[in-house]
């Protein structure tokens, strides 16, 4: 039993670390085409993570804090602690500021915001829910989409959020050592998805696709057939494709996630999230890990609240069976 607990406060640790990871990794290369990005890969990168490591540890503070997703406490949280110096996108920087001047959270994401709301900003932070409800679907789906509303309503926002969280999910539940169960997982997420946007269930068949060739595809391929754009359905799904086909190599999946171009520090980071959930701290490149900035909220903090949210979980978990 302690070696199965031990493991998995492990995966917490590593698909926040992973996130963080991709995050900082990807951030020099963001905004390069494909063949720009990889021209100027190195493992020599800078340790600041952006904002989506930013809102990832408030959205897991949150979650700590009030022993499940509740969207008030999320948004009061976004409004007191996020870093806007961390590259916030316009959209989420005027749903911060609005909420910072007094407006409810659910009176911010509707029409208004609905057409420009189609991005992986919400997926790009629910790391800390696909953990917390890895072991329960539906509640995951539900959690998923209650977080992301508060800043996107658009549905391929929110249900992008649910492909992530459900990946990482179920890498947690994965043996860390051997390659991913690629036909589980993508049944499984198929699962998940199907009350959801159909762009969602065709990138599983492209996956699918992919995956049954019995080769990982060139990133040229993924960036072509999945996407490396802001939208969540053109960046989703390539992170849970190379997550899927490197897996267990954490190094290799964030430097082609980064090797796409478009938006890498977050198809890197969610690449990491779900990579890190699999193999857990233990199987993340730990001279990278020391690269990270350490500062008040740097990955020391990451490292903890991580395993907050593993004792929260586990807390919660042996009320319910109890």
């Known amino acids: 039993m302690a070696s199965h607990e031990g493991r998995v406060k492990d995966k917490f640790r590593g698909a926040i670390l992973g996130c963080f990871l991709g995050d900082a990794f990807g951030a020099a290369l963001e905004g390069l085409d494909r063949e720009e990005a990889s ?9 600041r993570y952006t904002d989506d490591t930013d809102m990832t540890l408030i959205l897991a503070e949150s979650i700590v804090d009030s022993r499940s997703v509740n969207p008030e406490d999320i948004a009061k949280k976004f409004a007191l602690h996020c870093d806007l110096s961390r590259g916030y996108g316009k959209g989420t920087v005027k749903v911060i500021m609005a909420l910072r001047a007094g407006m409810k959270w659910n009176e911010i994401s509707g029409p208004l915001w609905e057409k420009a709301s189609s991005g992986n900003g919400a997926a790009m932070r629910v790391s800390p829910v696909g953990l917390f409800f890895h072991d329960d679907p539906d509640e995951l789906r539900t959690a998923a989409l209650d977080q992301a509303i508060i800043t996107h309503s658009h549905p391929l926002g929110q249900w992008g959020s649910v492909m992530q969280a459900a990946s990482i999910g179920i890498s947690l539940l994965q043996d860390p050592g051997s390659p991913p169960d ?4 993508v049944m499984r997420l198929r699962q998940i998805l199907s009350p959801g946007p159909i762009e969602y269930l065709r990138s599983l068949d492209k996956i699918e696709g992919i995956l049954g060739r019995g080769r990982v595809a060139e990133t040229q391929e993924v960036a072509e057939r999945l996407g490396n754009g802001f939208e969540a359905h ?3 799904p390539s992170a849970c494709y190379i997550a899927i086909a490197m897996a267990p190599d954490a190094k290799t999946a964030i430097r082609a996630a980064a090797s796409l171009g478009g938006d890498t520090d977050t198809i890197a980071a969610m690449t990491g999230a779900i990579v890190g959930a699999r ?3 233990k199987g993340l490149p730990a001279e990278w890990i020391e690269r990270l900035e350490d500062g008040p909220r740097g990955r020391s903090f990451a490292r903890g609240l991580a395993e907050k949210l593993y004792e929260t979980w586990k807390e919660n978990h042996l009320a319910e069976t109890h």
């Open 234 to 236: 053109l960046s989703v």
């Open 39 to 47: 021209r100027y890969l190195s493992d020599e990168f800078y340790g």
């Open 182 to 185: 690629a036909e589980e997982m």
């Open 279 to 281: 193999v857990g701290e």
